[in-house]
């Protein structure tokens, strides 16, 4: 695999948004087992798994592709090693509060992410992010709002130890997982999608293993069961989540983190008890609307970019 240029010539915005939502599909699988393991196992430990068995896909993909061997070689060593700083704090904030907080809480706190990543790009890498872009993205914010707030237990008076520590952590590994999408899409202008993936694993592997005297446990073989899923569900996530910053821009993608919602309605309704209201609904509704929007927006703009391109050769 071969890194494509992040030029305007390149982008796939559709392709981009496909990506990305089959990634969040493979993401929430991945939680949806890190969540039944429940707070027994310590977060370095939840790490390590899903860094580790992440590299089994990953391997496979490049021995299928043939290029296994040149897997390792990189222009930017110190980019990889960011990113990886980067991602395994976020997943060590993620994971020690997936286990603490009701499931409606920690997505909610989790939806942070893709918001602040829309401005970041905007800051960062100077995406042009239009009117259209921002609205959308405020009004899948109040769709999330219109879902949760009426399920929201954690009130102040009644916030344990561990909850408020959970709130804490969530919130910043969604700002540590922003820093990190802002990084990936600085990396796939110059480094293949394998690479980066194989760089991340290994160095978030090696820093989660430095968390062993810190009081891993030996896990039931259910709970190694678990732990090998959330490992080999991330290493494809993780692909498909690198692949779809190759074409198209972050600010773009970013919003389409909201699909997650759906599927965690419904996976709550049927492993975690959780009933979906009227509320929810009409939020999910919102918030798909809005990505809807993204889509027809994102498709006519790619229509007028093609046509820009087939009349500029002629009026040179």
């Not at 907080?101 to 239009?130: D, H, K």
């Not at 080999?232 to 996530?237: A, H, P, T």
Request: aromatic share 10%; proline share 5%.
């Amino acid at each position: 695999m071969n890194a494509l240029p992040a030029d305007s010539s390149t982008l796939r915005p559709m392709l981009g948004i496909g990506l990305k939502v089959i990634s969040v599909t493979v993401f929430v699988a991945m939680q949806t087992s890190l969540k039944g393991l429940g707070t027994e196992i310590p977060a370095g430990q939840l790490v390590f798994f899903r860094s580790f068995f992440a590299l089994v896909p990953v391997l496979l993909y490049l021995w299928w592709l043939g290029t296994l061997k040149t897997a390792l070689d990189t222009r930017d060593v110190g980019g990889h090693f960011l990113r990886g700083a980067i991602g395994v704090t976020s997943m060590g904030f993620g994971f020690y509060a997936i286990g603490r907080l009701p499931y409606p809480e920690w997505v909610t706190l989790s939806y942070a992410a893709p918001l602040l990543t829309v401005v970041f790009a905007a800051l960062f890498l100077r995406e042009q992010v239009g009117r259209f872009r921002w609205t959308a993205v405020l009004v899948g914010l109040c769709g999330i709002i219109v879902v949760i707030a009426p399920t929201l237990s954690l009130e102040v008076g009644s916030l344990s130890g561990e909850e408020r520590l959970g709130m804490i952590a969530s919130l910043a590994g969604a700002a540590f997982a922003a820093v990190a999408m802002i990084q990936v899409r600085r990396l796939v202008r110059t480094e293949p999608t394998a690479t980066i993936v194989v760089y991340f694993s290994i160095c978030s592997s090696v820093i989660a293993l430095a968390s062993l005297p810190f009081g891993w446990v030996w896990p039931s073989p259910a709970q190694a069961g678990l732990l090998i899923l959330a490992g080999l569900f991330g290493g494809i996530g993780q692909l498909l989540l690198t692949a779809c910053y190759r074409y198209a821009e972050a600010s773009t993608i970013a919003p389409f983190e909201y699909t997650s919602m759906l599927l965690a309605v419904l996976i709550g309704a049927l492993l975690f008890e959780e009933v979906a209201s009227p509320t929810t609904v009409l939020g999910g509704a919102i918030v798909v609307s809005a990505g809807v929007f993204i889509i027809l927006r994102e498709h006519r703009l790619g229509l007028e970019r093609k046509r820009a391109r087939r009349v500029s050769p002629s009026q040179n």
